[in-house]
């Protein structure tokens, strides 16, 4: 979450999605609008044809090593993990009281006039608050999105004066989710390192005090969501990405697997769950931190609350030694710090998979 220099970044106007579609509601203006290769929903359509993406079923995970279920369920695990880097989760054990309260703040707060949020921006350069992040330059083109992010834990990443006073009780409930969901990155990182055949405390242990940050997006409907993109491919730089998405949620993020972007189709009360660019390096790219990005709807608006759960910034990160074979299966990252490597994520702008070029190991 270190932020750049700001004076040594142009990044031109930087039109408020939500304010923009109030005053020209049919416009699109040109700095949002994709490269034909680059457009969001013409070549969705056919990924509809496309096997859905895998569902975890957690409360079989939670009857431990004594069951039929918990094995299989472990293996789901694994090859959700090997081969799509995605899956969503079921009886996850968050209750639904925390994840509506989240939701409900979440959207008062993008209701709330410019001005008010304004209080809290995301300045060039930097990842926490109210704005677009990873824009860089003044012809970069923007995504169709407002976002809003904070730094959770530990409390020294924390910029007290971009958490809102309005609505009332957002940080209240930004702290409850988050409690909940740190205990769900923990757990999921146990079974991991189970379905891996590790230790089940190898990565917690390895991580120290963890990093976690939120980020809510909020996507406007767009006349021409076939011109634009929500969010700008890319592959998350945390260990796991857990995503919410409002509910009745259309159909927004899309996973490129075999060169096709695939659509996650929302599960009533499940959540979305990735590995991160991360757990790809520590796997030795066994399992891979898959690009994705959001597409936008004609009609309907969708807001998603994301939380990045990754190591301490002093940690360093290489292949696990485990999982490396200078035989069968040569260590394919370097090491380096992982506060290294945020920083370096967060001073480029979205571009697929290219942040971890900063840790391959080219031959
Ligand atoms: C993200 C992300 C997808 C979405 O915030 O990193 O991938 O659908 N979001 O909001
Ligand atoms: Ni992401």
Known sequence: ????????????????????????????????????????????????????????????????????????????????????????????????????????????????????????????????????????????KLDWCNMFALGVHPPSIRNPKLWPSEPARFSESLEGYSKEIRKLCKRLLTYIAISLGLQEERFEELFGEAVQAVRMNYYPPCSSPDLVLGLSPHSDGSALTVLQQSKDSCVGLQILKDNTWVPVVPLPNALVINIGDTVEVLTNGKYKSVEHRAVTNRESERLTIVTFYAPNYEVDIEPMGELVDDETNPCKYRSYNHGDYSYHYVSNKLQGKKSLDFAKILN
Request: with cysteine.
């Open 1 to 140: 979450m270190a932020p750049l220099p700001i004076s040594s970044i142009r990044v031109g106007k930087i039109e408020d999605v939500q304010e923009l579609i109030k005053s020209k509601p049919n416009k699109v203006p040109e700095r949002f609008i994709r490269d034909t290769n680059e457009r969001g929903v013409s070549v969705s359509l056919k990924t509809h044809l496309h096997q859905p993406i895998p569902v975890i079923d957690l409360s079989k995970l939670s009857k431990r090593h004594t069951h039929d279920d918990f094995h299989f369920e472990i293996l789901k695990l694994s090859q959700a993990c090997e081969d799509w880097g995605f899956f969503q989760i079921i009886n996850h054990g968050i209750e639904v009281d925390e994840v509506d309260d989240i939701e409900k703040v979440a959207k008062e707060f993008f209701e709330m006039p410019l001005e008010e949020k304004k209080k809290y921006p995301m300045e060039p350069g930097t990842v926490q608050g109210y704005g677009q992040a990873f824009i860089f330059s003044e012809d970069q």
